[in-house]
């Protein structure tokens, strides 16, 4: 499903894949995700895109955010919203659909295949608009969860599904006890 000499681009939903990583019971390691990829084709970009909270004093995930920005990964970012919602509950809302669509349009022309580590359903027209300018799609999600963390219209649109269970071995580690889930923001409605 990969060939030595495609030009590659990674583009990761953080919050998207922290999630479905998770639900399986493991973190991801990047420095071996990115070296996996690497090793399946010419990696041209590495792109991680999660939304920050930028009163906090500290965030729990701008230790990855700054590991990520020198070792590699082309960071996207952008302040956070937050919210109580009905039940009283603080919440984090920052999707980021519309800024990683936008760069996966624009590296299209450059790259033979995209890798979209996502699940989310909005991404559908994203994956059949790249597919028409030449270039292969594929998602890396997980349907070992219940309920699976890939809209089904996403998977059929892609050229090929990758588990994400399936990479475990390859790119995972043990979760860490620290769960900084509170801190990753919902995207699951899309309207900001």
């Given amino acids: 499903m990969f060939y030595r000499d495609e030009r590659l681009a ?4 953080g919050a998207n894949l922290y999630a479905a990583a998770r639900a399986l019971g493991f973190d991801i390691d ?5 070296t996996e990829f690497m090793r399946r084709g010419k990696l041209l970009r590495a792109f991680y895109y999660t939304a920050l909270l930028e009163n906090d004093e500290y965030s729990p995930i701008r230790p990855l955010v700054d590991w990520l920005h020198y070792n590699g990964f082309s960071m996207v970012t952008k302040p956070a919203k937050e919210f109580t919602d009905a ?3 603080r919440k984090v809302k ?3 659909d519309i ?8 590296i299209a022309p450059h790259v033979d295949h995209i890798v979209l580590f996502s699940g989310d359903g909005d991404f559908r027209p994203l994956a059949e608009s790249l597919q028409r300018q030449g270039v292969r799609v594929s998602v ?7 309920p699976p963390m890939i809209a089904d219209e996403l998977r059929r649109q892609a050229d090929n599904f990758i588990e994400l269970d399936e990479l475990r071995d390859v790119i995972g580690r043990p979760p860490r006890n620290d769960d ?5 923001n919902d995207d699951d409605d899309g309207d900001d």
């Fill in 30 to 34: 990047y420095k071996l995700l990115r």
């Fill in 87 to 89: 039940t009283g509950r």
């Fill in 180 to 184: 900084h889930s509170s801190r990753q």
């Fill in 99 to 106: 800024e990683l669509t936008v760069d996966a349009m624009e």
């Fill in 10 to 13: 990674l583009f990761i939903d």
């Fill in 140 to 146: 890396v999600s997980t349907i070992r969860t219940s």
């Fill in 94 to 96: 920052g999707n980021m």
